[in-house]
């Protein structure tokens, strides 16, 4: 429901530019965009509240030196602060539920598990890859990264590098499936654009079509 | 050639002033329909800037000949462009008509010629920051030295390199064949091929920038000659006091510094000197092919790298000081600069932590020594002695042969016995010399790892050579075994063909062989046991040895510096670049005056930053080559058959921290003259030593750049 099987977006300011974008989120409406931000609200909520039962775990060990109680509320930007509120969050009955996991499950289990569970709050949800086409510069191809960590990952190729354009194909598992392919000059491996999600065969031409009419300049005339 | 598809490409420099006001676009027109932006004049005539540009009043009081920034954009003038703001007003075909607002981002331009417009707008790279960007990413390493290692030949790792190299032939064969794929005969057009000028333009644009708006006010109004003249009166005047220091200053810097100059530069000869005298030491070889003392010690090894890189910091320097004598968009030198500091700020935090570890150890030399010895005579004494005493006397159930285990349990015995006997002796001198490595740490963390990275190899030497005794007999055994298998089948191994003949035995010789047969397989078992307690020995010892050289490439060459400008700056180390289109503001109607302008796209030029994974190349490399060295089948089988496995040649493993230094490091003679050619350009004394991270503080040029 969120996520949908990998369409093209075609973004053409001016004939000699061309950004196709093919992602499998889908068009932005409301409802989506509510589901969306719940979502997101929800990984915010199962992060913190790891986190909070991974610093119970750290209070219940040997390291910590224990929280002292704050007689009055302190400067709201101090560090007092924070441990004031630390202090009232493991203090609270959430907090000692939280105390309660942290004693049930011994740390080789626990820390193993937080982090596959902090590292799996922070992948995406949709992919998104782009072919940038601009005539007289060359084109870009750039792919998202799979985790909010990270940015995406941008190459650029000048025109005179590029050797040759095509679509071609390929087995993959049990299925054949379709890549569109640069060829760099004096590069040992091709660049596949596309390759996280390696969309379908229409899509590749659609987009092979459209990089060969606009990267080009038209050829001249005779005359 | 003109363009005939119309398409018309403007780099638009970002921070180019958004006003009301009418001005004129200057800036390199590469061809025809290609123009890059490089300000925009306000307040002047079209004409007088088309002739300011001719005459070269506009490049007035530059701090270096405008030339070199010509031949680097490679343009023989600057150009007008084009108006902005001025609606109405006639131009020449190819000029273009630009409206800006300080409310709209992008500017909004029309040219008669152009059917299509790109505007690519970029941020310029502040060069007084050694910020630029490049097409190809920045190289942390000095790339003179092939990346081929040099194996002795027929050893396990030449035979890699072999088949390496056949996988090479074959991609390389595929990538030709690649070459006929070229559907589309595609001829560069002249947009194309700018590309790399363009870049250098950018690069080039804040300074240029920065000379026009100064000499902006020679355009035009006032008469050239009064101007320069009351400038230069108001100039003298306010400088009175600021004569009088820079005349002191001057006696400074006549009588005083060459004095200190050239004493400083004997003394790094003479230290230069002393360097290639030890490096002879370090480097010398009996035979061509045999190993040089760097090569088998790590000490000598890490005494060797220090040595070369005093020797190659001169030269670097004055490569960087010479950066002063050009454009600082000249970007030429900042990787050299980067792979300098580098390099320095890695030998100080070295000899910082060497002087905390060192200290410790000093403190504590008895207490180390005696655990050190407590551990020395448990692991490599008690617990091998155990070991072979259990190997003795039928270990995990398995019944080996008596008398064999017996004669070889003796001999091992017999030999640990002295060399635990040396070891006693040793006992006493042990803390002199930790006392020693303690001392040597002042010299950095790193010599005190050599140094205990060598001990380890000297006070293990009777594993060593129990491991290759025992791979000696167990391999003997092995390939006595193989040949009479063979006979046993009524074969034999053709030596000149290399392959299996059948062969007719006599009676006797089948007899005779099968009893000896018998009996080897029977022995094996006993054998494989000590051999194999003494290759798991070898190869803890080898990997701690790893890891000590491990921590070794870390001190000596991770890359603190650039991780550093990559968090402070990452403009600094550009890794390419990219565009990022933007959406089109909808202008129709927004200036009744101006003509409605063709399709056009705003694309913005951003520079990428180093990947970490690049900056940790190195790492990878090295780490790729160790698992080649030591995961490989081929070692594995060499460690099923008993043949010798050669530790890892330490010109492969070090070739990461030998990646900063050139491949054949410069003479005496040629670093004396380095250091006094400098000698005759050198005007404004010693400050200049010290401000060497391109920031100029001249008091001519009080120029202060903000964040």
Redesign the interface.
């Known amino acids: 429901m969120l996520t949908v099987a990998p369409h093209l977006r075609t973004?053409r300011?001016?004939?000699?530019?061309v950004?196709y974008t093919v992602s499998t989120s889908p068009p932005p409406t409301l409802p989506l965009r509510l589901l969306l931000g719940l979502t997101i609200l929800l990984r915010v909520t199962i992060g913190l509240s790891v986190l909070l039962l991974l610093y119970s775990k750290f209070l219940l060990s040997d390291y910590s030196t224990p929280l002292e109680p704050y007689s009055s509320r302190p400067q709201l930007q101090s560090n007092a602060f924070i441990w004031y509120l630390a202090y009232n969050l493991t203090t609270s009955r959430l907090g000692a539920l939280f105390t309660h996991l942290a004693t049930l499950t011994p740390p080789i289990v626990l820390l193993p598990a937080s982090f596959t569970i902090l590292y799996l709050l922070s992948l995406r949800l949709h992919t998104t890859e782009s072919l940038?086409v601009?005539?007289?510069?060359?084109i870009?191809t750039?792919s998202s990264s799979s985790t909010f960590l990270s940015g995406s990952t941008?190459?650029?190729i000048?025109?005179?590098k590029i050797?040759?354009i095509?679509v071609n194909e390929a087995f993959r598992g049990f299925e054949v499936r379709y890549y569109l392919v640069v060829?760099v000059e004096g590069?040992?491996s091709?660049v596949v654009v596309f390759p996280r999600l390696l969309p379908r065969r229409q899509i590749l031409e659609t987009v092979w079509r459209g990089v060969?009419g606009c990267l080009?300049?038209?050829e001249?005339k005779a005359g | 050639m003109p363009?005939?598809?119309g398409?018309m490409?403007i780099f638009w420099p970002v921070d180019v002033p958004r006003s009301n006001s009418p001005g004129i676009i200057v800036g390199w027109r590469n061809s025809g329909l290609?123009v890059f932006v490089v300000a925009i004049l306000e307040d002047v005539d079209a004409r007088s800037v088309e002739n300011a540009l001719k005459v070269g009043t506009l490049f007035r009081n530059a701090s270096h000949p405008i030339e070199r920034i010509y031949a680097l954009c490679g343009q023989s003038a600057m150009h007008v462009l084009g108006l902005a703001n001025s609606p109405g007003v006639e131009i020449e075909n190819l000029q273009m008509h630009a409206t800006t607002r300080p409310n709209l981002k992008t500017p909004q331009i029309s040219c008669a010629r152009a059917a299509?417009?790109?505007i690519?707008m970029f941020d310029r790279p502040l060069p007084t920051r050694m910020q630029y960007i490049s097409?190809s990413s920045i190289s942390l390493a000095l790339g003179d030295k092939s990346e081929m290692a040099i194996h002795e030949p027929g050893s396990v790792d030449a035979e890699e390199e072999r088949e390496e190299m056949k996988d090479r032939q074959r991609?390389?064969k595929l990538?030709e064949k690649?070459?006929f794929?070229?559907?589309?005969n595609?001829r560069?057009?002249q947009?194309?091929?700018a590309?790399r000028r363009i870049v250098n333009q950018i690069n080039c644009s804040w300074e240029l920038h920065k000379l026009l708006q100064k000499n902006i006010s020679l355009v035009g109004r006032r008469s050239r000659r009064s101007l320069s003249v009351s400038e230069r009166v108001v100039e003298s005047a306010t400088t009175m006091r600021d004569f009088v220091l820079v005349a002191i200053w001057q006696i400074i810097t006549v009588y005083i510094y060459p004095i200190l100059r050239r004493g400083f530069v004997i003394g790094l000869l003479c230290h230069r000197v002393a360097a290639e005298a030890l490096l002879l030491v370090l480097e010398w070889r009996a035979k061509p092919d045999y190993a040089a003392l760097k090569d088998i010690s790590a000490t000598a090894q890490q005494v060797e790298i220090r040595l070369q890189q005093f020797c190659f910091w001169p030269h670097q320097y004055v490569t960087l000081r010479k950066r002063k004598d050009d454009w600082q968009s000249v970007t030429d030198s900042h990787p050299e600069y980067i792979r300098f500091y580098q390099s320095l700020w890695l030998v100080l935090n070295d000899i910082i932590i060497g002087i905390a570890l060192g200290s410790y150890i000093i403190d504590h030399h008895e207490f180390l020594a005696e655990r050190i010895s407590e551990i020395l005579s448990l692991y490599s004494i008690a617990a091998l002695q155990r070991t072979i005493d259990w190997l003795m006397d039928w270990p995990a159930g398995l019944k080996l042969n008596n008398e064999l285990a017996a004669f070889l349990g003796d001999l091992f015995l017999w030999v640990i016995d002295h060399w635990s006997n040396c070891i006693e002796a040793l006992r006493p001198v042990l803390p002199h010399i930790i006392l020693f490595i303690g001392f040597s740490s002042f010299a950095g963390a790193s010599m005190p790892i050599a140094l205990f990275s060598d001990m380890l190899s000297i006070l293990t030497l009777h594993i060593y050579s129990f491991y290759l005794a025992s791979a000696r007999i167990f391999n003997w055994q092995y390939t006595i075994l193989l040949s009479l298998f063979q006979l046993f089948r009524g074969k034999k191994h053709n030596v000149l063909r290399k392959r299996i003949d059948s062969c007719d035995y006599d009676l006797d010789q089948l007899l005779l062989g099968t009893i000896l047969f018998t009996l080897l397989f029977f022995l094996l078992p006993t054998v494989v046991v000590f051999y194999l307690t003494f290759a798991c020995s070898r190869m803890a010892i080898i990997s701690l040895k790893a890891a000590l050289d491990t921590l070794l490439a870390c001190l000596n060459h991770f890359p603190l510096f650039a991780l550093m400008l990559r968090i402070k700056d990452s403009q600094r180390l550009p890794g390419?670049?990219?565009?990022e289109?933007r959406?089109?503001q909808q202008f129709s109607g927004l200036f009744p005056n101006v003509p409605t302008p063709?399709?056009?796209?705003?694309?913005f030029l951003k520079s990428?930053p180093l990947t970490f994974r690049a900056m940790f190349h190195q790492y990878f490399q090295l780490g790729h080559r160790i698992r080649k060295h030591y995961l490989s089948p081929r070692v594995l089988l060499c460690l099923a058959t008993g043949k010798f496995v050669p530790p890892i040649h330490r010109k492969n493993l070090y070739s990461l921290q030998y990646s900063m230094l050139p491949a054949r490091r410069a003479g005496i003679m040629d670093m004396w003259h380095a250091l006094t050619a400098q000698t005759p350009a050198k005007k404004s004394g010693l400050y200049d030593n010290l401000k060497v991270n391109g920031k100029r503080l001249n008091g001519s040029g009080r120029r202060h750049y903000g964040h």
């Open positions: 973004r300011p001016s004939p000699t530019t950004e940038l601009l005539r007289g510069l060359g870009q750039s941008t190459r650029f000048p025109t005179e050797q040759d095509f060829v590069e040992e091709v060969r080009f300049e038209p001249e | 363009e005939h598809d398409l490409r290609d299509t417009i790109q690519i097409l991609t390389k990538v690649l070459k794929h070229t559907v589309t595609h560069p057009s947009k194309e091929l590309l390419g670049i990219c565009f289109l959406d089109t063709p399709p056009t796209s705003y694309i990428v």
